[in-house]
Nanobody
Framework: QVQLVESGGGFVQAGGSLRLSCAAS????????MSWFRQTPGKERKFVAA????????YYKDSVKGRFAISRDKVKNAIDLQMNGLNPEDTAVYYC???????????????WGQGRQVTVSS
C-alpha cells in the first residue's frame, strides 16, 4: 500500500521560511514524478513543484520560482519543499503527490498525502 505522509509547514510571517517533507513508502518510485500541490478553500488544487524520482529534474510554478526548492532523497525515500520568501498568497493546504511520468496536471496523480497547512501572515 502506497503511503505519502507529509510533515512540516505551519505558521510564519511574510518573508519567512518553512519546510515541508513527504515520506513515501509502499512501492519503488522509479519513473515517477513527486510533486507538491496546494489548495485554498473553494479553489482547485494547483501544481506548485515537481521532481522526477530517477533524474532529479525539477519543475516549478512560475510564482514560486527562485523562492521554493524541491528535492528528493532516494535513501530516505522522501521529498522536501523548502519555501523561502513566503507571502500571504502562499497560504494554503499543501499536498504531496506521485504520478507516473512527468505531469503538472492534478488528474494525472495517483497517490496523495493528507495535506499540511501553511499559513503566512502579512
Amino acid at each position: 500500500q502506497v503511503q505519502l505522509v507529509e510533515s512540516g509547514g505551519g505558521f510564519v510571517q511574510a518573508g519567512g521560511s518553512l519546510r515541508l517533507s513527504c515520506a513515501a513508502s509502499g512501492r519503488t518510485f522509479s519513473g515517477y514524478s513527486m510533486s507538491w500541490f496546494r489548495q485554498t478553500p473553494g479553489k482547485e488544487r494547483k501544481f506548485v513543484a515537481a521532481v522526477t524520482w530517477t533524474a532529479g529534474s525539477t519543475y516549478y510554478k512560475d510564482s514560486v520560482k527562485g523562492r521554493f526548492a524541491i528535492s528528493r532523497d532516494k535513501v530516505k525515500n522522501a521529498i522536501d519543499l523548502q519555501m523561502n520568501g513566503l507571502n500571504p498568497e502562499d497560504t494554503a493546504v499543501y499536498y504531496c503527490a506521485a504520478a507516473q511520468g512527468i505531469s503538472v496536471r492534478r488528474q494525472d496523480y495517483t497517490y496523495w498525502g493528507q495535506g499540511r497547512q501553511v499559513t503566512v501572515s502579512s
